[in-house]
């Protein structure tokens, strides 16, 4: 929640509490219209709270549905790649062999996939909606065999995204 929505929740709700004792003080008990205003101002409340909460859920469904589609085209385009430059039984020499993985990129300690895939394969090369740039995508890969295993780890809600082809 937004911390300014937040702090005029806390407000709102300690003025009504000190009018409500104030009021019970002088004269018990609330009028209707009092009763209204007091209810209709905590559900507004309420529902914006919930509004904007659902939105955030919306947002992180959004971003990992790109990260999907990102981790495909990803895995298609080092296949193709793969099928038209090495013979069977070869390894592409940048990607690590599975179990370690690598994040792809165009900087030292990353897999360098940029200038093979960009060109003929990928018409822009997929970066991670939230945490990814250029120099780190924020996708990892490894090879094991004639096949290739791409993963998303920074896909939010708990989702695990990752294709083996």
Do not use: H, W
Not at 15 to 35: C, D, H, M, N, Q
Not at 76 to 93: C, M, P, Q
Not at 138 to 157: H, L, M, S, T, W
């Amino acid at each position: 929640m937004r911390l300014d929505l937040a702090l005029f929740l806390v407000t709102v709700l300690f003025a009504v509490t000190l009018y409500i004792s104030y009021r019970t003080k002088t004269k018990p008990g609330l009028t209707p219209v009092e009763v209204v205003l007091t209810s209709s101002l905590i559900i507004s409340l309420i529902s914006a709270t919930s509004i904007n909460i659902s939105l955030n859920l919306n947002f992180a469904e959004s971003r990992n549905a790109q990260r999907s589609n990102d981790v495909y085209q990803i895995a298609n385009a080092v296949t193709l790649y793969y099928l038209d430059n090495y013979s069977g039984g070869e390894n592409i020499k940048e990607i690590p062999e599975c179990p370690v993985i690598e994040e792809i990129g165009i900087i030292d300690d990353t897999v360098k996939l940029y200038d093979k895939l960009s060109r003929e394969y990928l018409v822009n090369f997929p970066i991670d909606p939230s945490e990814g740039n250029l120099a780190k995508t924020g996708y990892f890969i490894c090879q094991d065999g004639e096949r290739f295993k791409v993963a998303a780890p920074y896909a939010e809600n708990g989702r695990i995204i990752q294709i083996t082809m």
